[in-house]
């Protein structure tokens, strides 16, 4: 029997880390271009945070605290029931997620209060 394909879900970041993001997948361990969405200089947990639909994508880019603009990835294969619940009540995938199963979905999307 198979793995189950899984679903489409989402990623918010910086768009300091979108190069290593495409070379090197969503992975905590190289965080430090820019901070977490929500501020921290650290991983907040081992794995990534990820948002199943667009009203939680706009929560994490309206959290948006990194000082500049985000942007948000698609995340293929995931399954829900792998996912683990943070204290703060956020989904994330543990470990790292490679580049093969990522792609752009927005880019250079400004802060909150930002203007054009």
Known sequence: MSAPAGETWFHVTSVRNRASIRRHGLDVRRMGAAPGIAGSPVPE?????????EFLVDWFVRMNNTGGPV????VDGVVRVDLEQSPEGYL????????DRLW????????LGATD
């Open 104 to 111: 752009l979905v927005r880019q250079d999307v400004p802060p």
């Open 45 to 53: 947990q081992d794995g990534v945070f990820l948002a199943d639909d």
């Open 92 to 99: 994330f995938q543990s470990g790292t997620v490679p580049a």
């Open 71 to 74: 942007d948000v990835w698609a």
